[in-house]
């Protein structure tokens, strides 16, 4: 009994170290498809707020940036093509993902 409190005892040990080497790589904002501002090329700047009293944020996007339709990566002229056509922005949900270390989008997402 007291092998097993023994170790028992030292794998909770050595994982408490561990638990605190967690570091946020990415932020992920859910906002309406209403607030946000699609960049015009694939270089160039998104425009989101995270709240419907804040301020607009603008953040890069790059030439890894992932535009996910349904679950599909699209190029950017086609997602803002099937983006034009909601008919309710308000209600749509949009994900986009920032990496915090760089500064820059890496993915947008939305299910319609």
């Given at each position: 009994?007291?092998?097993?409190?023994?170790?028992t005892?030292?794998?909770?040990?050595?994982?408490?170290?561990?638990?605190?080497?967690?570091?946020t790589?990415?932020?992920?904002?859910?906002?309406?498809?209403?607030?946000?501002?699609?960049?015009r090329?694939?270089?160039?700047?998104?425009?989101?707020?995270?709240?419907?009293?804040?301020?607009?944020?603008?953040?890069?996007?790059?030439?890894?940036?992932?535009?996910?339709?349904?679950?599909?990566?699209?190029?950017?002229?086609?997602?803002?093509?099937?983006?034009?056509?909601?008919?309710?922005?308000?209600?749509?949900?949009?994900?986009?993902?920032?990496?915090?270390?760089?500064?820059?989008?890496?993915?947008?997402?939305?299910?319609?």
């Amino acid at each position: 009994m007291k092998l097993k409190l023994l170790i028992t005892a030292a794998l909770l040990c050595m994982a408490f170290p561990a638990a605190a080497d967690f570091t946020t790589v990415q932020e992920a904002y859910e906002i309406a498809l209403s607030d946000l501002r699609l960049p015009r090329n694939p270089s160039g700047t998104i425009a989101f707020k995270e709240c419907k009293s804040c301020d607009y944020r603008t953040v890069r996007v790059g030439g890894d940036t992932s535009y996910k339709l349904n679950g599909k990566a699209v190029p950017l002229k086609k997602f803002q093509e099937a983006l034009a056509l909601v008919e309710n922005r308000d209600d749509q949900p949009v994900t986009v993902l920032r990496h915090v270390e760089r500064n820059q989008v890496t993915a947008v997402l939305v299910n319609l």
